[in-house]
């Protein structure tokens, strides 16, 4: 029992620094691993805003209707307390972010501003210009920095996460590491681990996610024993620029601020966008979804991308592209509220999207599955706890949009309190040699590793295995196909163990810890694509064209997926879904 | 600025050429290794970077190392991947390859430690922000209600200030920012002129400026406007270091009546 326990943290963006502000306000001590220095963390890419129902526009907006907005977008498969609690502390999130000094923009009268984004009817969504993120991770950063100062938080950047340290009886008494410069292995114990890090974007090669995001860490953790939870509910953004190195976010608040989705309605029309007449474009999103318009949910509107370019071959001059229009807005206004995103535009494509409609198509974009959770953010594994994008809770089968950052702060402000609890109420025990186990077993691993001389390429294999990914288990789901994906998985972790590395230094070796992140993101693919495959239905971003229907008869359930180490092979067990809160009805847009 | 516009169609079937300064660790000597890369549309230098970590030979056929560097983002928002190209203190992600000159240099920054290749360790940015309390003091996370009301032009003023990446480009390329003066650079202040801003974060404002004045502070700055240069995000750096210059005057002229 620790009065002022010593918690690790693991990921430095908004859940990792959430939760870590939290156990210092209470009188912990956290050790704060990262890969990059912590402000540097993914978060930093979330760019329209952070959902809350403050209903300051005068809608009767409520939080019990961004509850019901958000199971009813991720089509009941989330289970419903933890949503109802996240949604009842957003108002107060915000108000504390505000506090915290976040430039959220203002309403004439000095008040929040608050914008509609995806999947509902509400302006529910506050925002700074368009780097909401950013904003609040910096804000975050700048109070773990003042804590940092006070020695009550100590950070570890430019660690990487291999694994964690398991004693004989099932329980987590730290990590082990290592560190990305001297390349030193090192465990270090724990009253309590809490895991923030982030999704699973490499796993499918380009994505709008950042070059960490690999799964590697929640992958190390599913190979020890942690159960990883509806793996298959991979989000993919209908609007992405589609780019050489990664496929550049274009936020849903173009759409939100009024941005339009179109094609010409001729088939590979070649003319200047603008000067197609309005009666020669085909606002699709609109006419099919006349209620929600180009605001609908994420998976919709991806489909309906999808369906437009590939099934009515109307993708610009025959490119898998469509539309983004925000050339009708006055610049002024876009400047004011936009001017983040449309200045990546314009850097990374070279066109100013206030004068010319922006060529976008849908890209892999956030891991709604990941760690299973109770509603305390605790895994299966004791002393161990995730929160944030690599949780799998509060979003089910889609994500709506200005969710992610309000799921990864309150996650982080529930794991928190929640370790320290568990710490102060733990019995300290022997640690029976676990950690120099575990040291042992990580460095083996990296022994083999630099030793093999094969003839594979890990860079390859990776761009192999994005392809492969991104093929079978994104937008649209054939049995046919996800039943090749794991034998073809499965071949490439034989290729993995004749990678040979082209760096064996033992200095800041990135091929080398590449190398490892591999190994876990081709075990954590298996798990996505056997778990799509067991799935028979259609739900949220989950749609199989044989089976186009939800189906909650056999499959309103949580696919939890274990590795058995014998058979090195995932094993599934599917539970019910707590729906007690909300009945469930049919998701029609 | 070595701006000469897009050429895509002079480019097609040619092959692009870079140079690349490159260490093996903080103490081993630097050396030069050439790389050629077919051309394609779209590229960048992180994306090129990748593409030598897919076939590690140089130009001349001899088997290399991929070449390390920070990046993560890759959409210039996380400030990792700063780095010299051709010359110049730039994010190596939104640097495009149609729009820089061949051979392309890359070297890592000059005035901070080299870590491998590109990488080097920027950590005295962050050591500065601890100086400045570069944070708003709340009481607690607790909920306390809202937070202070705010005109909308406080809001414009304090926005721009607070997309600053943590490059350290401004820092790179200021001529007062060496091992003699100590000056903390441009960054660091205009992070103090936001929060001095801030109704809350006005509370520390007398320890900011303090933490500004004599060896190191602002009076080192020469003016020589290349912070705001270089800044990738367009932050009115040198508005901030005049800002907070005049500030400083006033609290160090306060202090010495105060005794």
Known sequence: MAANPRIIVVGGGLAG???????????????????????????????????????????????????????????????????????????????????????????????????????????????????????????LDEQVRRYESEGKVRKFEYWEFLSGVID?????????????????????????????????????????????????????????????????????????IPGEDKLRLMSESARGEGGRVWVPKQPGDKRNPRSIPEKERWYFLEEWYPKYGNLVPRDVATRAIFRVVFEYNLGIDGQPMVYLDLTHIDRKVLDRKLEGILEIYEKFVGDDPRDVPMKIFPGMHYTMG??????????????????GECDFSIHGANRLGANSLMS?????????????????????????????????????????????????????????????????????????????????????????????????????????????????????????????????????SHYKPEYPERDDVNWLKTTKAYFSADADEPRFEFAPVDTSLLPLRQRKY | MESIGFHELNMANKNVIFRIKRQDSPESKPRWEEFELPWRPGMNVTSSLMDIALNPVTRDGK??????????????????????????????????????????????????????????????????????????????????GSGPRMANEDQEICYPLSRCISCCCCMEACPQFNESTGFVGAATISQARLFNTHPTGKALKRERLQALMGDGGIQECGYAQNCVEVCPKDIPLTNSISNVGKEVMKQAIFDLFRG
């Open chain 1, 17 to 139: 620094l959430s939760a870590t502000i939290k156990i210092a306000e209470m009188g912990g001590n956290v050790d704060l691993f990262s890969i990059v220095a912590v402000k540097r963390s993914h978060s930093v890419c979330a760019q329209g805003g952070i959902n809350a129902a403050k209903n300051l526009k005068g809608e009767g907006d409520s939080t019990w209707q961004h509850f019901d907005d958000s199971v009813y977008g991720g089509d009941f498969l989330a289970d419903q307390p933890p949503v109802k609690a996240m949604c009842d502390q957003a108002p107060a999130i915000i108000d504390l972010l505000d506090r915290m000094g976040v430039p959220f923009n203002r309403t004439p009268e000095g008040l929040l501003d608050f914008r509609r984004f995806g999947g509902t009817l509400y302006n529910r969504t506050a925002f700074a210009g368009a780097t909401t993120g950013q904003q609040l991770l910096y804000a």
């Open chain 2, 63 to 144: 088997a290399t190392t991929p070449i390390v560097y920070d990046s993560n983002c890759l959409e210039e928002v996380c400030g990792s991947c700063a780095m010299i190209v051709n010359g110049r203190a730039r994010m190596a992600c939104s640097a495009l390859i149609d729009q820089l000159e061949q051979p392309i240099t890359l070297e890592p920054f000059s005035k901070f430690p080299v870590v491998r290749d590109l990488a080097v360790d920027r950590s005295v940015l962050f050591e500065n922000l601890k100086a400045v309390k570069a944070w708003v003091p709340i009481d607690g996370t607790y909920d306390l």
């Open chain 1, 168 to 240: 004989s009886q099932g329980t987590c008494r730290g990590i082990c590491a290592i560190d990305l410069r001297s390349m030193e292995v090192v465990t270090f114990p724990a009253d309590a681990v809490i895991m923030a890090t982030g999704g699973v974007g490499a796993i499918f090669g380009k994505s709008t996610n950042s070059v960490v995001c690999t799964g590697s860490a929640q992958s190390a953790l599913y190979q020890q024993g942690a159960c990883y939870a509806n793996g298959e509910m991979i989000q993919v953004h209908p609007t992405a």
């Open chain 1, 408 to 540: 990864c702060i309150y996650g982080g402000f529930v794991a928190g309190p929640e370790a320290v609890k568990y710490a102060r109420n733990a019995s300290s025990a022997e640690s029976n040699g676990c950690f120099a186990a575990e040291k042992k077993r990580q460095e083996e691993f990296n022994q083999r590793l630099l030793k093999s001389d094969g003839t594979e390429n890990s860079f390859k294999l990776w761009r192999e295995l994005g392809d492969l990914m991104t093929k079978d288990c994104t937008v649209i789901r054939y049995n046919k196909a996800l039943q090749e994906t794991d034998p073809k998985l499965c071949e490439m972790l034989q290729r993995w163990r004749h990678i040979n590395l082209s760096d064996k230094s033992m200095w800041t070796n990135s091929t080398f810890v590449f190398a490892r992140q591999l190994y876990n993101m081709l075990q954590l693919s298996r798990v996505i694509a056997q778990g799509a495959l067991l799935r028979n239905e259609s739900r949220g």
């Open chain 1, 370 to 387: 990941g760690m299973w959770v109770d509603y305390n953010q605790a895994t299966n594994v004791p002393g161990l706890y995730a929160c």
